[in-house]
């Protein structure tokens, strides 16, 4: 009497056998759906009986064990490529995950970096805006330029040179107008001859008094 076979180990050789695992779940698979092909058909339990202990005995031979590791093989390389795939998929939102808050940290370094240079900037700014202002009001008025002293020099030596022309108006009216006819020639000689020196002269000293007016009588 011949040793019956059996397909677990006529198809896996150890327990690291995949390909084996995957073609013995493929055998398990089709015999189970012939038990119930049989019973929906309204076998006996005989019949299904003597069915799947024929279909064990077909299972068991050369051929048939290779075509289910061959369908065990198919398996796995499908649950390798959804593996895969799966992988690639996770690995690639990984990446974009990454890469968006790589972006994120550069935008907010660039935005830390803008809002640094503009405070610099205003800093500076206000740093050159306070130093000239310091140095504006501890700069002396004796510093002035000499446009400037030319000018003031211009103005208070025209304003004397009116002060003197109007005393002298003045002082030749009063003795024109206190002196008889035959000295009013005289005085009127006397102070067209104090204009025409005036003018001819360098500017005089606003100091003028009525001893430096002299009117002949």
Known sequence: MTSKKWVFRELIDNENDYQGLLAYTCYKIEKDKLAQDLREANKSDDEVERALEQFHNVSVTTGQLEKFKTKGLGVMAALTEVLDAELIEKHNKEVLLLKDQHQAALKQKDIAHKKELT???????????????????KYPLSHSSIAMKIFKWIGNGFQSVVAVFILIFVLHSVAYWSSDDATKSGVVSSFWGRVQNMFNSPIPSSEVSSNNTNINP
């Not at 405070?119 to 202002?133: G, Y």
């Open 119 to 137: 405070k610099c900037k205003n800093d500076t700014t206000t740093a050159l805006r306070k130093e000239l202002l310091n140095k504006m009001q």
